[in-house]
C-alpha cells in the first residue's frame, strides 16, 4: 500500500510568486482610495444637509487623498506613462483596468468639488461635481479590495467574499474620523453615528473573513500582520468609543472628538497595510495554497 503523500513543495520554495507591490505604495493606495471615496460621500451629506464647514473640510481631504492614492500608484508602476497606457483601454473583467478609469472619472470630480467649495465660485458645477464624486466615491474605496481578491494570493483571493465589505468599513471608519478632526464640532452628529457604525461592521467583516479562510487566517493573527491587525481594532474601537462619547461633553467635546478622529484614522491605515502583509505571508508559505487547495479537492471527491 502507497504510504500517504505528506504536504511538501519543492524546496521549499513557494507555490506561487508573492506580489512585487511595496507595502508602502499599495497598501496606502488602498487607504488613501477608501479615505478619498468614502470621504466624498460624508461631503455630500454635508453639503446636503448644510453643515459647510465640514463639507469644505472633506472635499479638501478627498482631494488630497485621492492625489497621494494616484501619487503612490504611479510610485509603484515606475514610470506616469504606464497610469496612461492603462486608459488606453476598458476592460470590465479587469479590476485593474476598471479602477484607473474609475480614478479618472472620480479624481477631477473631487477637485472641481473642492475648488467650488473653497472658492465659493459656480456652485452650481460644484453641487454637480459633489454629487459625481459621491456616486463614485464607494466604488473607488472597495474596487481595490476586488483588485487584491482577484489574485491567487490566498489570503486575498480566499477573502473575495468578505473583503469589499471589509474595506468599505475602514474606509467609512477613516473618513467618519476625518470629519471629526477637521469639521465642526456643532456639525459633527452624522460623523459620530458613522464612526460607531464603521467600527462594528469593521470588526464583523474582520471576523468574517477569519472564519472563511480557515487555515490561511493564520496569517491574519501572527506575525506582522498579527501584530497591525490587533493594534488596528484597538485603536478602531477606542476611536469610536471617543466619537461617541463626544456627543456628551459639550464644550469639552473637541479634543476628545479629534482624539476619536486620529484613532480612526490610523486605525483604518493600519488595517489595510495588515490586511497587504497577510497576503505576502500567505503567498509566501506554500502551505496556504496548497492544504486549502487539497482540502477542497477532498470535501468535493465526498460530496461526489
Known amino acids: 500500500m502507497v504510504e500517504h503523500a505528506e504536504f511538501g513543495s519543492y524546496y521549499g520554495r513557494p507555490v506561487i510568486k508573492a506580489p512585487s507591490w511595496a507595502a508602502r505604495d499599495i497598501a496606502g493606495y488602498f487607504f488613501l482610495g477608501g479615505l478619498a471615496g468614502a470621504g466624498s460621500v460624508v461631503a455630500a451629506g454635508a453639503h446636503l444637509t448644510g453643515r459647510t464647514t465640514t463639507a469644505t473640510a472633506m472635499k479638501m481631504s478627498s482631494l488630497v487623498a485621492v492625489g497621494l492614492s494616484a501619487a503612490a500608484l504611479v510610485n509603484d508602476l515606475g514610470r506616469p506613462s504606464r497610469f496612461a497606457n492603462m486608459l488606453r483601454v476598458l476592460k470590465p473583467t479587469s479590476p485593474m483596468s476598471v479602477g484607473s478609469w474609475l480614478l479618472s472619472v472620480y479624481g477631477p470630480a473631487a477637485g472641481a468639488a473642492a475648488f467650488c467649495a473653497v472658492t465659493g465660485r459656480l456652485p452650481r458645477i460644484g453641487a454637480a461635481a459633489t454629487l459625481g464624486a459621491a456616486l463614485t466615491g464607494p466604488a473607488v474605496a472597495t474596487y481595490t479590495a476586488v483588485l487584491a481578491s482577484d489574485t491567487a494570493v490566498p489570503a486575498w483571493h480566499g477573502a473575495h467574499r468578505e473583503l469589499p ?39 464583523a467583516a474582520s471576523a468574517a473573513v477569519e472564519r472563511r479562510l480557515g487555515l490561511v487566517a493564520e496569517t491574519f493573527r501572527a506575525g506582522r500582520a498579527g501584530a497591525l491587525l490587533r493594534s488596528a481594532r484597538v485603536l478602531t474601537g477606542a476611536g469610536a468609543v471617543a466619537a461617541a462619547g463626544s456627543g456628551l461633553l459639550g464644550a469639552q467635546a473637541r479634543p476628545v472628538a479629534s482624539a476619536g478622529g486620529l484613532a480612526l484614522l490610523t486605525g483604518s491605515a493600519l488595517t489595510r497595510f495588515g490586511i497587504f502583509a497577510a497576503g505576502i505571508a500567505s503567498a509566501e508559505d506554500p502551505k496556504y495554497t496548497v492544504v486549502p487547495q487539497r482540502e477542497r479537492l477532498a470535501a468535493a471527491t465526498a460530496a461526489a
Do not use: K, N, Q
Open 165 to 203: 465589505y471589509l474595506f468599505a468599513a475602514s474606509a467609512t471608519a477613516a473618513a467618519s474620523g476625518m470629519a471629526l478632526v477637521t469639521g465642526a464640532t456643532r456639525e459633527s452628529a452624522p460623523a459620530r453615528c458613522a464612526a460607531v457604525l464603521a467600527a462594528a461592521a469593521d470588526f
